[in-house]
């Protein structure tokens, strides 16, 4: 069974860089049909889609958090990776990763989910 | 303020049917993308509940169903149960902000 597990430091100062693992198991991430990705959830707020990557290394990013995320893969040891540079307080949230089903434009099996502070 | 709008709160007693709409615009639903719905209970990851406007995935039950209609799209669920009560999001993508956007979610509390 295909599950998705993040992980990562819970605080991080602001100005500094997140960084964020999401370790699949279940299935190889070379699958040919799916690709990952990241979607982010501000305390009491809605979601908000940070980026995909397919497992040959194209990505695809939000306009919004474009200039600040770089998304990359490791497909020898079946982990995808987030980076978010220069962080600010509002970019506290809990970061999920996640399967794309596709090219469909939705996130079809999830990870728990990692909370994330940027505080000092 | 969420690109696709829906009601924040919705709410029905057991074995009643809700609904939860959920309105976009030219550039998104009325754009022909389809539109995705995920349940998020109290304190878990969001969960894949209507993809392609109306399609379940294996073991969501036949009680969820999603429908779509020019520049909006409806989440409906009949038979309400106490474990229904879960925070619902719609989703979609935006051409004009070659974005994936979200609705801000519909608090569903069953009475």
């Known amino acids: 069974q295909l599950q998705l597990q993040e992980s990562g430091p819970g605080l991080v100062k602001p100005s500094e860089t997140l960084s964020l693992t999401c370790t699949v198991s279940g299935a190889s991430i070379n699958r040919s049909s799916y690709y990952w990705g990241w979607i982010r959830q501000p305390p009491e707020k809605g979601l908000e889609w940070i980026g995909n990557i397919y497992y040959s290394g194209s990505t695809y990013y939000s306009p919004s958090l474009k200039s600040r995320v770089t998304i990359s893969v490791d497909t020898s040891k079946n982990q995808f990776y987030l980076k978010l540079t220069s962080v600010i307080a509002s970019d506290t949230a809990v970061y999920y990763c996640?399967?794309?089903?596709?090219?469909?434009?939705?996130?079809?099996?999830w990870g728990r989910g990692t909370s994330v502070t940027v505080s000092s | 303020q969420s690109v696709l709008t829906q009601p924040p709160s919705v709410s029905g007693a057991p074995g009643q049917r809700v609904t939860i709409s959920c309105t976009g615009g030219s550039s998104n639903i009325g754009a022909g993308y389809d539109v995705h719905w995920y349940q998020q209970l109290p304190g878990t990851a969001p969960k894949l509940l209507i993809y392609a406007n109306s399609n379940r995935p294996s073991g969501v039950p036949n009680r969820f169903s999603g429908s779509k209609s020019d520049s909006s799209a409806s989440l409906a669920i009949t038979g309400l149960q106490a474990e229904d009560e879960a925070d619902y999001y719609c989703q979609s993508y935006d051409s004009s902000l070659s974005d994936w956007v979200f609705g801000g979610g519909t608090k569903l509390t069953v009475l």
């Open positions: 996640a399967r794309r089903a596709g090219t469909n434009y939705y996130m079809d099996v």
